[in-house]
């Protein structure tokens, strides 16, 4: 463009005009990730004004439109090209368009337009979301609703952006039912840094849980956002760390994307300790025929050594001698006369603890409750039956009791099972030792009828109710329970037995259940209720739906992908009107089993 194009561009009523008659505005794309599945979602579509001039920029030329009233005319130019282009250069997913509450009741903005649109370049409906800003302030919220729910009639989806960042945030969400909504970037800006933004974060979750809406993090710049969002559930992501708009984007999810997601499991490793070797100290040991006295000379030099392994000629341990017992027997009358040249076997331990590096922080736990070991003292810790180092009883112990205060901080108020940190941890740990394990995603059908129907308290007492089942029918069982939220569960089977395992918990939950509902309910088998459109429909007893997967551990990199592929196999469970238990795998389902 010449030098004198650009600046004829001036903030003003006739440049802005020229744009339009002259349909100068160009559409970039950028991608919205998921992160879990690793797949791109859609792309939101931005569009510039002519580039090099003061318009070019989206806030100056949208701020132009408003203030010379044409914002309903560059809003059209721009949903139009955007999915001419979109078309053009066959991208994957959803276009995600912005869309101006106010010029959605705006009286002369033409109506039926968008499907038109895309209809005459080959989409579909389902694959347009039409994002509504939350940061202008609208005057007629029943208008808008009846307008979202045009379209969302016609088949397009609905989201809500720049959730927080505006005017009417959470009455938005409840009155619109978006199916996405989009977190604004104050909110993830450094979250890893903020607790307020990252309870923020936890309290969207949970809702959009409650309501089946998906949550998009917008902004992502840095690569501990991205891993924290991740951490806390939120798989859909935007933002430059991903990718920056571009006229033409890649669509395909992004190769350093996928390296990032393996650092962060390593990363999350790091601070997950399950077996004794993780704690283990490389500390020297003696040999059995070692003399008392030179073993004495040893702890004299070290202050800080409180305990020898002994071991023998092949490393085997025989034993452990601690600090205090040489000291105490060398401090009494004669007793460095007697035993300073006797070999140290004649006064070691002779039967420690002596476990395995692999051996689970649990199992020790239990070891060390039934031997009833002094606080002080030292592990013996092997590798393939050899002496690898000492783990002082205090590390154990203390590790044991922050995980556990760690896990109880994460853990559900209301059941107090372990929470979705628990849960991804379990899962990594699984991956990390490439350990084959089944997935169980457990959800409860009719839950909101139910619940507006015999109030909170009985939809609290089933929640714990199932999870009661869930524990119950699992307790012999090798693995983890726990629950995501709401009332959704997961449960990490080890051995073969899941399958009729979820058997069971259908059958005990179904059974039990019925206590909650009248006896003219129960002989119904049901009850009529009204649904969202004011209809009367019957709505059976609660009942389960279960996804069940067996993920391939050298094909998923983290908990996320796990968690999408069972998330996945319980939606298929929940096509079905009754319990029902969906077994899948990860590269294809297989045969569904009815309760």
């Excluded at 702890?299 to 034993?319: C, I, N, R, Y």
């Excluded at 699992?474 to 726990?482: H, I, K």
């Excluded at 009850?527 to 094909?555: C, K, M």
């Amino acid at each position: 463009m010449e030098n004198g194009r650009i600046e004829a561009f001036k903030i003003d009523a006739q440049s802005l005009q020229t744009i339009l008659d002259e349909r100068l505005v160009e559409p970039l794309f950028q991608p919205i990730c998921d992160v879990a599945r690793q797949t791109i979602l859609g792309f939101e579509a931005l569009s510039r004004g002519p580039k090099g001039t003061e318009l070019e920029s989206p806030n100056t030329l949208f701020a132009a439109a408003q203030r010379f009233n044409k914002l309903s005319e560059l809003e059209l130019l721009c949903r139009e090209k955007a999915i001419e282009r979109f078309a053009e250069l066959n991208l994957s997913g959803k276009l995600f368009l912005n869309v101006s509450p106010n010029t959605l009741l705006d009286p002369n903005h033409p109506r039926g337009e968008t499907l038109q649109l895309i209809q005459q370049y080959g989409l579909q409906a389902n694959q347009v979301v039409i994002e509504v800003t939350e940061q202008d302030k609208v005057d007629d919220g029943f208008l808008l609703l009846k307008t979202i729910g045009h379209y969302r009639k016609l088949g397009f989806n609905i989201a809500i952006d720049d959730l927080g960042a505006g005017y009417s945030g959470l009455k938005q969400w409840s009155e619109l039912q978006p199916d996405f909504v989009k977190i604004d970037r104050y909110f993830i800006d450094h979250c890893d840094q903020s607790l307020v933004k990252r309870e923020f974060l936890k309290s969207i979750i949970e809702l959009a849980k409650a309501t089946r809406t998906a949550v998009i993090a917008e902004g992502i710049e840095r690569a501990e956002e991205l891993a924290l969002i991740t951490q806390l559930g939120i798989t859909n992501a935007q933002g430059f760390l991903i990718a920056r708009p571009a006229h033409v984007p890649l669509n395909a999810y992004p190769n350093t994307l996928k390296e990032s997601s393996q650092a962060q499991g390593n990363v999350m490793h790091r601070g997950l300790v399950k077996a004794i070797g993780e704690l283990t100290h490389v500390t020297p040991a003696v040999l059995n025929g070692v003399l008392c006295q030179d073993v004495h000379r040893v702890f004299e030099k070290d202050k800080q050594l409180m305990s020898l392994a002994v071991v023998d000629e092949q490393q085997m341990p025989m034993g452990l001698l601690h600090r205090d017992q040489l000291t105490e027997v060398f401090a009494a009358p004669y007793g460095h006369a007697l035993y300073a040249k006797k070999p140290l076997a004649s006064l070691m331990d002779k039967q420690p603890l002596i476990v395995d590096e692999q051996t689970q922080l649990d199992e020790v736990s239990q070891l060390i409750t039934e031997q009833d070991f002094d606080i002080r003292r030292h592990i013996v810790v092997t590798q393939g039956g050899k002496y690898l180092g000492l783990v002082p009883l205090r590390a154990i112990l203390k590790h044991i009791t922050e995980e556990k205060i760690r896990n109880a901080q994460h853990a559900n108020p209301l059941t107090m099972l372990p929470g979705n940190v628990a849960i991804n941890e379990a899962i990594e740990q699984r991956l990390l030792n490439k350990q084959d394990f089944t997935l169980a995603y457990i959800d409860l059908n009719h839950f909101k009828q139910f619940n507006d129907l015999y109030g909170y308290a009985s939809g609290d007492g089933v929640i714990k109710l199932l999870a009661d089942v869930i524990s119950e029918c699992c307790a012999d069982f090798s693995g983890f329970v726990g629950h995501i939220g709401g009332d959704d569960f997961m449960v990490v089977f080890d051995g073969d037995d899941a399958e009729p395992l979820c058997r069971d918990i259908i059958n005990e939950f179904e059974l039990k259940s019925k206590s909650y509902f009248t006896a003219e309910h129960v002989k119904a088998g049901g009850y009529w209720a009204t649904n969202r459109e004011g209809q009367q429909q019957f709505v059976p007893l609660l009942t389960l739906s279960i996804g069940l997967v067996s993920p391939h551990v050298d094909s998923c990199h983290n908990s996320h992908q796990v968690a999408a592929l069972a998330t996945d196999a319980k939606k298929e469970a929940k096509r079905y009107r009754n319990s029902y238990l969906f077994v899948a795998n990860k590269r294809r389902p297989t045969v569904a089993i009815v309760s």
